[in-house]
C-alpha cells in the first residue's frame, strides 16, 4: 500500500476520534458558520452538525478513490490534461492514470487535515463559547491555499513533455 493511502486512512481516523473524542463536550446547538471576523453567524443541532461531518467525509473519500476511476473511463476529448495527446496513447494510459490517482491521494490528503483543523478550531469555538480563532483560521486557509498552488506546480510539471521525450 502506498504512503498517501496509509496517511489518508490515518487522517480519517484522527477524524473520526476528534469527533467522538469532542461529541459529548458540545453543545446541542453548535455554531457551525462564521464570519470573516469569527463570529457564528450561523448554527445546526449536534447531531445534523455530525451528519453533515458524516457526508463531507464521504465525499472527501469518494473524491480520491472515484474521480480518478471516472477519469480514467472518460473519452481522450473530455480530459484536460497538459499534453494529453502524448500522456494517453496505449503505452502511457496506465502510468499516467496511476499517478493521477497518486496526485488524488495526495489532493484527499490535504482536504483531510485541513478538514481536521478547522474543525478543532469549530469544536473549540463551541465547546469555550467564543468567537473562532481568526488567525489560526487565516493561517490554516493561507497553507491550504500554498499546499494547491504546490500540488498543481507538481501536477503540471508531471505531465510536461520533457524535449527528450518527444
Known amino acids: ?11 480519517i481516523g484522527i477524524l473520526i476520534s476528534q469527533s467522538i473524542f469532542y461529541y459529548p463536550n458540545l453543545p446541542e446547538i453548535i455554531f457551525s458558520h462564521f464570519n470573516s471576523f469569527g463570529k457564528p453567524d450561523s448554527s445546526m443541532s449536534k447531531s445534523n452538525f455530525f451528519i453533515f461531518e458524516f457526508v463531507i ?9 472515484l474521480l480518478p476511476k471516472l477519469i480514467e473511463k472518460m ?18 494510459r496506465n502510468e499516467t492514470f496511476a499517478t493521477i490517482r497518486q496526485f488524488f491521494d495526495w489532493l484527499s490528503t490535504g482536504l483531510l487535515i485541513l478538514f481536521i483543523a478547522v474543525n ?20 490554516i486557509l493561507g497553507l491550504f491555499l500554498i499546499f494547491v498552488v504546490i500540488w498543481l506546480t507538481f501536477f503540471v510539471f508531471r505531465f510536461r513533455i520533457k524535449k527528450d521525450e518527444n
Open 1 to 11: 500500500m502506498k504512503i498517501s493511502r496509509l496517511i489518508i486512512f490515518l487522517l
Open 57 to 65: 467525509l464521504l465525499l472527501i473519500v469518494a473524491e480520491f478513490a
Open 75 to 92: 473519452p481522450n476529448a473530455l480530459i484536460n490534461l497538459p499534453a494529453k495527446v502524448y500522456w494517453l496513447t496505449s503505452e502511457r
Open 120 to 139: 478543532q478550531l469549530v469544536f473549540q469555538a463551541n465547546i469555550k463559547h467564543i468567537n473562532l480563532p481568526t488567525t489560526p483560521m487565516w493561517t
